[in-house]
């Protein structure tokens, strides 16, 4: 029988993992300018910076839980904080760029050890009528990071040079390690269920390529018809190594993760739900500060204030959704914040500038509450669908269906602004709208467009979260 204590002693190594690592994410996106003017490179190449660490998580993520099912979750979680920290130090020893970008794929690797096992040991150490308060706690944690990360990195930069958000980042990783490396035992997170079976490699080279490549997609630097040419091919690579995953899974004595699982409707559609609702709701993280800033010409100060609503918002619903899931079941509570997704859509698809800040905020607020209130009972009906033994690998799913989510989300967001304001005769970069004449007016254009197709996708989401019925056994 666990302490009564211990999940809140285990929730706080993972929590404060999570708020190192999702603050550090907003923080260095803050540090772009600074780090392209010291290096004299442009934004275009020290976007890197950020797509370096993003592909290199996307493509390890779902391999490292299933190691984490196979070798201990305790050794994946503090060996994925000190590659953190150690790609951390690297950074602020970076005398380039190219060694900065090699720096974060370090940090990468540690990134998506870390995140691969926070789930599964969450879910083992709270009881499973407990589950939901354990996980609203664990996205508390992500809003807390992603409201942190833009005020902190901005005051450190008003004061500092960019070296010093990677100082503070080290800091908090080596803290973080320390803390789960005294706290965490692995007889009472669930480690080593599975410790006499194999590492299929050649299943985590297929699923690798594959969402690198799906990803590459996504992030295409090139333009006209070679954008299209390199999409495709990126496309059609993912779709073949996809083929080859599966193909490869189905004949795998230790899967990286048992695709029979979609065939049990509850884990199916919650799957579907998940990846669907981030799609719709990614668009909200690369648009809204572009509106704010370019359109409203509020400074990033402001905007960082503006967009804490969200992450309050996200944080108070996490909480809510996961508790009250925990007594009535998850269904409810994921339709519940669908349909306010779908309202808060409908606002956000007529802001204009005329749109008061007061509005704004309020709601910005209920859009994160609407985000909390669905994902954590969703994310509750996936890991009450499967047995502990499994709790690494497909914890890793549920962070993967986010991550492709939110890649496909702002792909899809940024390329219907981006084609509407070239069908007006406007080919500018996100960050020249407003400063060019009638740029405005073809931006809110493409905005409107972009927000009615998020709300037809939301809408989709809520009838796949209608779909996730119970099991009743």
Same mark, same amino acid.
């Given at each position: ?27 260095? %996106? /803050? &540090? $772009?300018?600074?780090?392209? !003017?010291? *290096?004299?490179?442009? +934004? ?7 797509? @370096? ?87 508390? %944690? /992500? &809003? $807390?990071?992603?409201?942190? !990360?833009? *005020?902190?990195?901005? +005051? ?7 070296? @010093? ?97 979609? *065939? ?210």
């Amino acid at each position: 029988m666990l302490n009564i204590d211990y999940k809140w002693k285990a929730f706080s190594a993972v929590g404060m993992s999570l708020v190192t690592m999702v603050m550090s994410m907003s923080m260095i %996106a /803050v &540090a $772009l300018p600074s780090i392209s !003017g010291f *290096f004299g490179s442009s +934004l275009q190449v020290v976007s890197w910076v950020v797509i @370096a660490n993003s592909l290199t998580v996307t493509a390890v993520l779902l391999p490292f839980g299933r190691l984490s099912d196979l070798l201990g979750r305790k050794l994946i979680l503090t060996s994925g904080l000190l590659f953190f920290l150690v790609g951390s130090l690297m950074c602020i020893l970076a005398n380039n760029i190219i060694f900065l970008i090699f720096s974060r794929v370090v940090m990468g690797l540690g990134g998506a050890m870390a995140q691969s096992v926070g789930t599964a040991i969450v879910v083992s150490v709270f009881k499973k009528n407990e589950r939901g308060k354990g996980l609203g706690s664990q996205s508390t %944690a /992500v &809003a $807390l990071g992603g409201a942190l !990360g833009p *005020f902190a990195g901005g +005051l450190i930069l008003q004061f500092y040079e960019w070296q @010093a958000v990677f100082i503070c980042i080290f800091i908090m990783a080596t803290i973080s390690c320390i803390w789960s490396l005294l706290i965490l035992d692995d007889s009472k997170i669930g480690s080593n269920q599975l410790k006499d079976e194999k590492f299929d490699l050649i299943g985590a080279i297929f699923s690798g390529i594959a969402m690198l490549s799906l990803v590459l997609s996504m992030n295409n630097p090139f333009e006209g018809l070679l954008f299209y040419l390199v999409t495709l091919i990126n496309f059609s690579i993912f779709l073949f190594f996809l083929t080859l995953f599966i193909i490869n899974q189905r004949k795998s004595e230790s899967p990286i993760i048992d695709l029979n699982l979609f *065939f049990d409707p509850v884990f199916r559609y919650a799957s579907i739900t998940r990846i669907i609702g981030f799609i719709g709701r990614s668009s909200l993280f690369i648009l809204m500060p572009v509106y704010l800033i370019n359109i409203r010409n509020l400074q990033p100060a402001m905007v960082g204030i503006l967009l804490l609503g969200s992450a309050i918002g996200m944080g108070i619903g996490a909480q809510m959704g996961g508790r009250l899931a925990d007594i009535y079941g998850h269904r409810r509570f994921t339709i519940i914040g669908f349909i306010l997704a779908i309202i808060t859509g409908v606002f956000i698809a007529n802001f204009n500038l005329q749109t008061s800040l007061l509005l704004i905020v309020i709601i910005l607020l209920f859009n994160g509450f609407s985000m909390g209130v669905w994902a954590t009972p969703n994310q509750l009906a996936t890991m009450n669908s499967v047995t502990k033994e499994k709790y690494g690998s497909v914890g890793a799913f549920v962070n993967l269906t986010r991550n492709t989510g939110n890649v496909i989300g702002q792909a899809l967001a940024t390329s219907i602004i981006s084609f509407v304001m070239i069908y007006k005769g406007f080919d500018v970069e996100l960050s020249e709208v407003g400063k060019i004449p009638k740029t405005t007016d073809a931006f809110i254009l493409g905005w409107e467009i972009a927000y009615f197709f998020v709300i037809i996708i939301t809408f989709i989401g809520l009838i796949s979260a209608i779909m996730t019925k119970p099991n009743k056994k």
